[in-house]
């Protein structure tokens, strides 16, 4: 578990996220969480920024068929995730969207 951890243990996922400071600083900024649970992971999210993510992707060299993509909230939440390793790490990246659902013209809800 995470007892007894100090930031020095988290070393690594730091360290990766200065390094994608210095290369991709001029990507769109994700929501960043570090924590003593997976002390070996850096989790890059974006919300209502599908392209930020796909940049990232692209810069990170991750396939387009590498992407997952799931649903939440009943449907109403599109979640694409992928996964890379950077600088010893495991970069996590994951977009949240909501689902676009086309209207038909004439059609009464």
Same mark, same amino acid.
């Given at each position: 578990?995470?007892?007894? %951890? #100090?930031? @020095? @243990? %988290? /070393?690594v996922?730091?360290?990766?996220? &200065?390094?994608?400071?210095?290369? %991709?600083g001029h990507?769109?900024?994700p929501?960043?969480?570090?924590t003593t649970i997976?002390?070996?992971?850096?989790?890059l999210?974006f919300?209502? @920024?599908? =392209?930020?993510?796909e940049?990232?992707?692209?810069? %990170?060299?991750?396939?387009p068929?590498? /992407? $997952?993509? =799931? $649903? *939440?909230? =009943?449907? &109403? #939440? *599109?979640?694409? &995730?992928?996964?890379?390793?950077?600088s =010893?790490?495991?970069l996590?990246l994951?977009?949240?969207?909501p689902m676009f659902?086309?209207?038909?013209?004439g /059609?009464?809800a």
């Amino acid at each position: 578990m995470s007892e007894g %951890l #100090t930031l @020095d @243990d %988290l /070393v690594v996922p730091l360290r990766a996220l &200065r390094l994608l400071a210095a290369d %991709l600083g001029h990507l769109s900024a994700p929501a960043v969480w570090v924590t003593t649970i997976y002390p070996d992971r850096l989790e890059l999210s974006f919300h209502d @920024d599908l =392209g930020g993510f796909e940049a990232w992707c692209d810069a %990170l060299g991750i396939a387009p068929g590498a /992407v $997952t993509h =799931g $649903t *939440q909230s =009943g449907g &109403r #939440t *599109q979640v694409l &995730r992928a996964s890379a390793e950077r600088s =010893g790490a495991k970069l996590e990246l994951v977009a949240y969207a909501p689902m676009f659902v086309p209207v038909l013209a004439g /059609v009464a809800a």
